[in-house]
């Protein structure tokens, strides 16, 4: 009997993983409520400060495949440590006063935490005891969603009592703790040696999308043919990316196992979703920290724009259970269009109610169940689809989705308040709208291609046995 009894290592091992993925998020997150903040404070303007978050994120897709190849076999314990090190390293440059530069530095650091959350996935697939599996994945899938909620607000009020530096200095204190715990909680791993590491298709997929996302945010301030020059150069590096990813034996993301049967929709939905998603958090977080004298501001203080992240935090798990209570009544594949559909009715409530702070509430709120819903979903639909040996890859690469999708709103809403901009380059109510109405038709196509690939859908799930 005794032998049964689980040590205190193997209990700690759940609550150190969600730890990790939370914790990161968390540092991730100190981003969008200190742009305005650090726009002023460091001299840039609105959309280079931005870069303070999309960069993090973009990151943080472009390091998750690195990350989970040489995290595979018995190289994840050093791996993840490694990581979080990476994280409390990029906390302390950028609660330096070395300058803005330093800063986006610190901030890529950082970005590497984001990379960890699929080995997190990973590690309990692996280990956690059957029964609780589905549980513990639905809970480190929205993470990187629930994290903002904690992040946002955390950041806000410290920022607003004692500075921006002040916000990082918790970040490091906050990654050290996630490092000491996990020291402490996680096995080494015995599995084979890792695949060989694809640095081209890791080059080629970074200097794409980050090409790509460059492009998008400084279009309003470039000229028309070094914007296109930049989009078409971004394009033609992705596109190589996926001719040397489908030539390879061992390339660093599957695609044909990304876009296989069942797991397509969940893929597709992390890019569109977790672009509106941004879109419409860095909207609210805008709209109400702004002085009223601008039109589209509510005049609230800084800490009050974070704590409107609560609300998201709160109904993003407030989604994760009531997927759980619908488990048996909705099949999982339309959980994904349903929670875009929620996606396009939040950024529809805020571009019609967005002058009223009880309109971006519920605006938050309504976005909050959209995101327990479709994040929460993912992880079924993939374990449902993928071998247990190719979990950590193909969750890997939905994260990269995901962090590309949140690192394309952050830009391209941005872009949209700068394109309608007055002669002074100060934001409008007009863009505001636009903004919102671009957001809404981004979160309504990702609900239609959700609902056609989730009819394509039609193979009964498979118990986790089944899978295995």
Known sequence: MSAAVPTV????????????????????????????????????????AQWILTVTFLT??????????????????????????????????????????????????????????PLAIAVARELVAEEKQLATLATLSITTVAGAGMGYPLASYIVQEYGVSAAYWVGAAMAGLTLAAAVLAIPANRGSEPRPLDLVGAVLLGGGAGGLLLG???????????????????????????????????????????????????????????????????????IVQAPTATGYGLGHSLTVAGLMLVPFSFANVLGNRIL??????????????????????????????????????LAMVIGGLGAGASFAAMPRLIV???????????????????????????????????LYAGPDGALTATGFTVAALAASAVSGVAAVLGFVLARSVTDPEPTLQEVR
């Open 60 to 117: 943080g897709a472009v390091t998750s495949p690195i990350i989970g190849r040489l995290g595979g076999g018995r190289h994840r314990r050093p791996v993840i440590l490694a990581g979080l090190l990476a994280v409390c390293l990029g906390s302390v440059l950028a609660a330096l006063p070395l300058g803005f530069g330093a800063m986006v530095f610190g901030r890529v650091l950082q970005g590497v935490g984001l990379s960890l959350t």
């Open 9 to 48: 290592r193997e209990r700690a091992l759940v609550p150190t993983l969600v730890l990790i993925a939370s914790s990161t998020a968390v540092v991730a997150s100190l981003g969008a409520p200190l742009v305005p903040m650090i726009a002023r404070d460091e001299g840039v303007s609105l959309s280079n």
């Open 216 to 286: 998008v945010s400084q279009a309003h301030h470039w000229s028309g043919p070094l914007t296109i020059g930049i989009a078409l150069a971004s394009l033609a590096m992705l596109a190589a990316w996926v001719r040397w990813t489908l030539a390879r034996r061992d390339p660093l993301v599957d695609l044909r196992l990304a876009t296989r049967h069942g797991v397509l929709g969940a893929n597709v939905t992390a890019l569109l979703a977790g672009c509106g998603m941004y879109m419409l958090i860095t909207m609210v977080v805008l």
């Open 384 to 418: 449902r689809f993928t071998p247990a040996e190719e979990t950590g890859s193909v969750m890997a690469f939905n994260q990269i989705l995901r962090y590309l999708g949140f690192s394309a709103g952050s830009a391209l809403v941005l872009a949209v308040l700068q």
């Open 324 to 361: 759980r209570a619908l488990d048996r009544r909705v099949a999982p594949d339309m959980l994904l269009p349903i929670g875009s559909c929620l996606f396009l009715v939040a950024t529809l409530v805020l571009a019609g109610f967005r002058d009223t702070l009880w309109g971006c509430v």
